[in-house]
């Protein structure tokens, strides 16, 4: 099978897992309340207003239908709005999404930095002193919970030895930069403004750092793994018999193959830490989608629920689809089976 071929196959798998997610969030989103009518239009909306809301969300109408009306709107742009803020969804997470993004990939940089020195390390030195403490300290991040990491990042650095700030984004003494793509280091980068772009680096050290102990475990562990396994292989030990260098050794034949696994972690890494947001954005005030998404959840808007599940299923949809269509291009194999 080409690589076309392999690409639109692995698209059309997706197309039944966005309308399942989305489907079943709309299902329990009327079910898990009485009132339907009143959750999409908040608890102080006027009889008028609810008989508007019910008229243009079609609420009155079964499950099915509701559903079928919801998505035409979505793909015309009509994501509702927001009975607490009053202001549309999609408004509110184009607001709210770049800082998150920003967030995740920052996390993810130091997961891959931290994660894969560590897993080769600890593949070279397989079974020896150096190998344990290693293997301690990436057993020591999947253990520890990811929200009494951030509070212990808030307390040492932010408290105790005032180094860098404990919430927000930005300093509040400055302008956010010119938005271009609501990503203030890229924005700060795009539009020369140093001021910006050191207090945006200051600001996502400790809640990136908190959120890439979900994910940089993983990534050693995997690493490790792999490289244990690649090593034994027949060309790695061909490459050993010919006198060639460690270095050349391990880097260019073991580690370029064994990376081939890891990339399959990417995606599994990107949807933790999206999920682990919500917790980390709270705790550190950053204005992201994470706590946009437990403020919905607490105050019961459907709207922007829906709206944030939307989001999230596409994002996880794609990072998946980039994630097999990167192993088909490395591996051919993959593609034929």
Known sequence: MGIGGFIARRALLTIPVFFGVTFLTFFISHVAVPNPVLAWAGEKASPQTLQAIAAEYHLKAPLYLQYYYYMSGLFEGNWGVSPVVHLPVLQLIETYFPATIELSIAALILSLVIGLPIGVLSALWSGRRLDYPIRVLY?????????????????????????????????????????????????????????????SVRHIILPATALSIITFPIVSRITRSS????????????????????????????????????????????????????????????????????????????????????????????????????YGLLDPRVRIQ
């Open 139 to 199: 057993l020591t991040g999947i253990a520890s919970p990811p929200f009494l990491v951030a509070l212990g990042f808030q307390l040492v650095f932010a408290y105790y030895f005032r180094i860098l700030p404990s919430q927000g984004q930005l300093s509040p003494s400055l302008a956010p930069p010119a938005h271009i793509t609501g990503m203030y280091i890229v924005d700060s980068l795009l539009t020369h403004n140093w001021p910006d772009l050191v207090s």
């Open 227 to 326: 490289m244990l396994d690649t090593l034994q292989k027949d060309y790695v030990r061909t490459a050993k018999s010919k006198g060639l260098p460690s270095s050349v050794v391990t880097f260019r034949h073991a580690l370029r193959n064994a990376l081939t696994s890891t990339i399959t972690v990417i995606g599994f890494a990107l949807e933790l830490l999206l999920s682990g947001t919500i917790v980390i954005e709270s705790i550190f005030f950053w204005p992201g989608i994470g706590e946009f998404t437990a403020t919905s959840i607490l105050s019961l808007d459907f709207p922007s629920i829906m709206g944030v599940t939307v989001v999230y299923t596409l994002v996880v949809i794609v990072t998946n689809l980039v994630v097999d269509v990167a």
